[in-house]
T-cell receptor, first 111, second 112 residues
Framework: EDQVTQSPEALRLQEGESSSLNCSYTVSGLRGLFWYRQDPGKGPEFLFTLYSAGEEKEKERLKATLTKKESFLHITAPKPEDSATYLCAVQSTSGTYKYIFGTGTRLKVLA | EPEVTQTPSHQVTQMGQEVILRCVPISNHLYFYWYRQILGQKVEFLVSFYNNEISEKSEIFDDQFSVERPDGSNFTLKIRSTKLEDSAMYFC??????????FGQGTRLTVV
C-alpha cells in the first residue's frame, strides 16, 4: 500500500535557525512527489514538484530534494512568516492520479 | 493567476440534511478531485474525476456522496443525509496529468 510519513510532527525554530523536514514514502512506483504549505483554515498551497531521485528545487528560503525513499524540505534562515504546516504528497504510477498525503509537519518560527 | 474557487466558504447544516459543495476548477485542467480534512488530521482523498466520470474513489466515498460536473466550469460534491462525523474542511483540487494539483481554499462544513 502506498504510504507517506512525515517527521517531525512539529518543529519550533528561532528566526534564522535552519533545519530540514523529512518525508518518507513507500510507493510501487513514483510518478511525482509534491510539497505544499498549509496555513490554518486554508487550502494546501503548492510549493514544489519532484519527479526523480537527485532532483532539487529551490524557492526563496526553501529547497526540496528527493532520493529513492525520501524527500527533504530544507529551510534556510527561516522567518516568522514561514510558520505553517508543510505537507508532502505522492502520486503513484499504479492506478490513477490521486495524491496521497502525509500528516504534515507543523513549523513555528519564533522572532 | 488562475485559481480553484470554492463556495460556500462555510456551511452549517442540520444532521440528515443534504448539502452541495461547489467548485470552479482551473479551466485547462482535466483532473478534478475532492479531499477532506477533519480538524487536526491529514488531508484525505475522497474522489477523482476525469473525462466526465469518476476515475477513483476512496472507501470514505460511499453512497452518501456523489460528484457531478453539471456544466463546463463547475464541479460539485453532494453529501446526502449528513452525519455529525461529516464535519470537516472539504477541498476541491484540479490538475493536469502527471503534474501538481492546485487546491481551493475549502468549504468548512459543520453538521449540527
Amino acid at each position: 500500500e502506498d504510504q507517506v510519513t512525515q517527521s517531525p510532527e512539529a518543529l519550533r525554530l528561532q528566526e534564522g535557525e535552519s533545519s530540514s523536514l523529512n518525508c518518507s514514502y513507500t510507493v510501487s512506483g513514483l510518478r511525482g512527489l509534491f510539497w505544499y504549505r498549509q496555513d490554518p483554515g486554508k487550502g494546501p498551497e503548492f510549493l514544489f514538484t519532484l519527479y526523480s531521485a537527485g532532483e532539487e528545487k529551490e524557492k526563496e528560503r526553501l529547497k526540496a530534494t528527493l532520493t529513492k525513499k525520501e524527500s527533504f524540505l530544507h529551510i534556510t534562515a527561516p522567518k516568522p512568516e514561514d510558520s505553517a504546516t508543510y505537507l508532502c504528497a505522492v502520486q503513484s504510477t499504479s492506478g490513477t492520479y490521486k495524491y496521497i498525503f502525509g500528516t504534515g509537519t507543523r513549523l513555528k518560527v519564533l522572532a | 493567476e488562475p485559481e480553484v474557487t470554492q463556495t460556500p466558504s462555510h456551511q452549517v447544516t442540520q444532521m440528515g440534511q443534504e448539502v452541495i459543495l461547489r467548485c470552479v476548477p482551473i479551466s485547462n485542467h482535466l483532473y478534478f478531485y475532492w479531499y477532506r480534512q477533519i480538524l487536526g488530521q491529514k488531508v484525505e482523498f475522497l474522489v477523482s474525476f476525469y473525462n466526465n466520470e469518476i476515475s477513483e474513489k476512496s472507501e470514505i466515498f460511499d453512497d452518501q456522496f456523489s460528484v457531478e460536473r453539471p456544466d463546463g466550469s463547475n464541479f460539485t460534491l453532494k453529501i446526502r443525509s449528513t452525519k455529525l462525523e461529516d464535519s470537516a474542511m472539504y477541498f476541491c483540487a484540479s490538475g493536469r496529468i502527471g503534474a501538481e494539483a492546485f487546491f481551493g481554499q475549502g468549504t468548512r462544513l459543520t453538521v449540527v
